[in-house]
């Protein structure tokens, strides 16, 4: 499955961005999807997950509260919604696919390219 992530952009701190990833390919319905993220200097961390057909979802204590991971399988696309961002959110994300559901880089197959998202303060 071929992954593009987009919706990355600058804004303000406690704005919202929606970013977006949509699949070609395989059955995207066939995958569990996530996003990570990626700072300067940093590590890939986990931002969230959902399952198959969207009936579990898990964060990153971090983000809880704030952002919304979901997936419209008939579009082929997984969201991800950030609301009240912080400066701390600043990062490239990306998504990604996986044949079983995890919060770590190694268990996904498939990546998007990933999108930058910055937060000013």
């Known amino acids: 499955v071929q992954l593009q992530a987009s919706g990355g952009g600058l804004v303000q701190a406690g704005d919202s961005l929606r970013l977006s990833c949509g699949a070609s390919?395989?059955?995207?319905?066939?995958?569990?999807m996530g996003w990570f993220r990626q700072a300067p200097g940093k590590e890939r961390e986990f931002v969230a997950a959902?399952?198959?057909?969207?009936?579990?979802?898990y964060y990153a204590d971090p983000v809880k509260g704030r952002f919304t991971i979901s997936r419209v399988n008939a579009k082929n696309t997984a969201y991800l919604q950030m609301n009240s961002l912080k400066p701390e959110d600043t990062a490239v994300y990306y998504c990604?696919?996986?044949?079983?559901?995890?919060?770590?880089?190694?268990?996904?197959?498939?990546w998007g390219q990933g999108t930058q998202v910055t937060v000013s303060s």
């Open positions: 990604a696919a996986a044949n079983l559901i995890s919060d770590y880089p190694e268990g996904y197959d498939y």
């Open positions: 390919g395989r059955t995207f319905s066939s995958y569990h």
């Open positions: 959902i399952s198959r057909y969207g009936g579990t979802t």
